[in-house]
């Protein structure tokens, strides 16, 4: 009889294989994600920890100075770790924030701050001053520049340093200081004053509208191409960013004429022979050339029509005065256009223009490099030390201004000038690096004025704010600066 015999079905070694892959499968897995996730935790923590040394490096970098001043044994204000004591200006103004530091060490002769994380004496002391501009001025020839330029920006007397800057200003000057010299200059601004003279004494007799745009038509032909944007009636008493453009994108000044150009002048006038061409002929290249031409137009035009603008201003606001500088005019000047010799005699102009210059000077403060170690008068300056003059604060203290936001131009009487410190009223700097320009400047603002005075004069309108209130960083009202012109008697 056969037997037949079931064989038993063998599952578990199967069962087993599948588990043991799956198990190995998913180990290899987790090993992956804890591999990744380690590495993702690495370059976090890698990550991290060079941003965080990045910053710590910076802010040391920024705070290495901030222990300068205090180890000379200088006060100053309280720092930002990022903008030094300069943070102060977005919260007061530059001019104010000049002030209150000015105040705060009255008893000093000078405070220190910090330019972000660069140390800087600021002197109080009117003599230190004196001593910084005139008898130790070798020790502080050089300005502070806030950037290295290129060329030609690099190559202008507000950046040239020590001996290069000497040359170029012994090279200049004659040209700049001696007024007779510019007679060829003067003809000119007395052509365009005149000319904008008119068209205000025009536009307030007849249609505004349509007198302005047949006058500002009638200027244009007046001028060649070269100088279709230097007269705009609507930017006279402003900085015109158009204009100035407009003459960079054609600089291409040489220092000496290559053969075959043809050198002209305007009127029969060889520019040749004028001291100003002569001088600029002298230099070597012609991005320092350049250099010069960039900065006279720059600091030259917008400072003199900032001054222009808030004496006219200053006018309106006090009438008292302005009738009393017309008086002055119409005595010395008559009829006739003021001219280099009868703006000599106006002394009380003079004061005027003066008064508004304290109250708002173009530069807020004047600053100076020590290029050696110096002390004057017991105050020890580093070789590399910036070194601030706070001009607006000299401008508005008490003890040397009396009453200082008042406007009063008696101030600069002859009697008056001689009881405070000469170096009191700083508008134009002091010493052999002052402003170059200063005499050129003063006689364009007496000529404008006077001109403008025997026409017209300046009011209040329903715009006008008053007292002013100065943009936080510049020479600038923050609301502008208002005013309308009234004809003046038919006799002037």
């Known amino acids: 009889m056969t037997r037949i015999y079931r064989l038993p079905l063998v599952h578990a070694p199967i069962t087993n294989l599948s588990t043991e892959a799956d198990e190995t499968t998913f180990l290899q897995s987790k090993s992956r994600s804890v591999i990744l996730h380690s590495i993702a935790m690495l370059t976090l923590v890698l990550v991290g920890g060079t941003v965080v040394l990045c910053a710590v490096a910076f802010v040391r970098y920024m705070t290495a100075n901030h222990g300068v001043l205090r180890k000379m044994?200088?006060?100053?204000?309280?720092?930002?770790?990022?903008?030094g004591n300069f943070d102060q200006a977005f919260?007061?103004?530059?001019f104010e924030m000049q002030r209150v530091f000015y105040n705060k060490y009255k008893d000093k002769k000078v405070y220190g701050w910090y330019d972000a994380r660069r140390p800087a004496i600021v002197v109080r002391d009117l003599d230190i001053v004196k001593d910084i501009c005139v008898k130790n001025f070798n020790s502080f020839i050089d300005r502070h520049t806030l950037f290295d330029a290129e060329p030609p920006l690099r190559d202008n007397l507000l950046n040239l340093r020590g001996e290069h800057w000497r040359r170029v200003r012994n090279t200049l000057s004659p040209t700049l200081t001696c007024i007779?010299?510019?007679?060829?200059?003067?003809?000119?601004?007395?052509?365009?004053?005149?000319?904008?003279?008119?068209?205000?004494?025009?536009?307030?007799?007849?249609?505004?509208?349509?007198?302005?745009?047949?006058?500002?038509?009638?200027?244009?032909?007046?001028?060649?191409?070269?100088?279709?944007?230097?007269?705009?009636?609507?930017?006279?008493?402003?900085?015109?960013?158009?204009?100035?453009?407009g003459i960079f994108e054609g600089v291409n000044l040489q220092a000496k004429p290559s053969a075959g150009d043809d050198v002209?002048?305007?009127?029969?006038?060889?520019?040749?022979q004028l001291n100003i061409f002569a001088a600029f002929y002298k230099c070597t290249f012609s991005s320092s050339l350049q250099g010069q031409a960039i900065v006279f137009i720059l600091a030259g035009y917008d400072t003199v029509a900032t001054v222009l603008s808030f004496t006219l201003f200053f006018l309106a606001m006090h009438p008292e005065c302005c009738q009393k500088a017309q008086a002055e005019v119409d005595a010395k000047c008559g009829k006739e256009f003021p001219d280099y010799d009868k703006v000599q005699t106006l002394t009380y102009l003079d004061?005027?223009?003066?008064?508004a210059i304290r109250l708002?000077?173009?530069?807020?403060?004047?600053?100076?490099?020590?290029?050696?170690?110096?002390?004057?008068?017991?105050?020890?300056?580093?070789?590399?030390?910036?070194?601030v003059i706070p001009v607006y604060a000299f401008h508005t203290d008490p003890d040397l201004f009396p009453e200082p936001e008042k406007f009063d131009p008696e101030r600069f009487n002859p009697e008056n000038k001689t009881t405070r410190h000469q170096y009191a009223h700083l508008p134009?700097?002091?010493?052999?690096?002052?402003?170059i320009g200063m005499r050129l400047a003063l006689l364009e603002l007496k000529i404008v004025m006077a001109a403008i005075l025997?026409?017209?004069?300046?009011?209040?309108?329903s715009k006008t704010v008053y007292p002013i209130k100065l943009s936080k960083m510049q020479a600038k009202a923050q609301d502008g600066l208002w005013v309308k012109f009234q004809l003046r008697d038919a006799k002037t």
């Open 264 to 272: 002209q002048g305007e009127a029969g006038t060889d520019l040749s």
């Open 360 to 387: 708002v000077p173009p530069g807020i403060f004047l600053n100076r490099k020590c290029v050696q170690d110096t002390d004057i008068q017991g105050v020890h300056f580093p070789k590399d030390m910036i070194v």
């Open 91 to 94: 919260k007061y103004g530059v």
């Open 351 to 355: 004061m005027c223009i003066n008064e």
């Open 73 to 83: 044994g200088i006060e100053h204000p309280a720092t930002s770790w990022f903008l």
């Open 454 to 461: 025997q026409k017209l004069t300046p009011v209040p309108c």
């Open 180 to 245: 007779s010299d510019l007679t060829f200059l003067l003809s000119h601004i007395n052509q365009l004053v005149n000319n904008f003279r008119e068209v205000l004494h025009r536009l307030l007799r007849h249609d505004r509208q349509a007198e302005f745009r047949e006058e500002r038509s009638d200027l244009r032909e007046k001028q060649n191409q070269g100088e279709q944007e230097r007269v705009r009636v609507q930017h006279f008493l402003g900085f015109n960013g158009e204009f100035v453009l």
């Open 428 to 435: 134009f700097g002091q010493g052999p690096r002052n402003c």
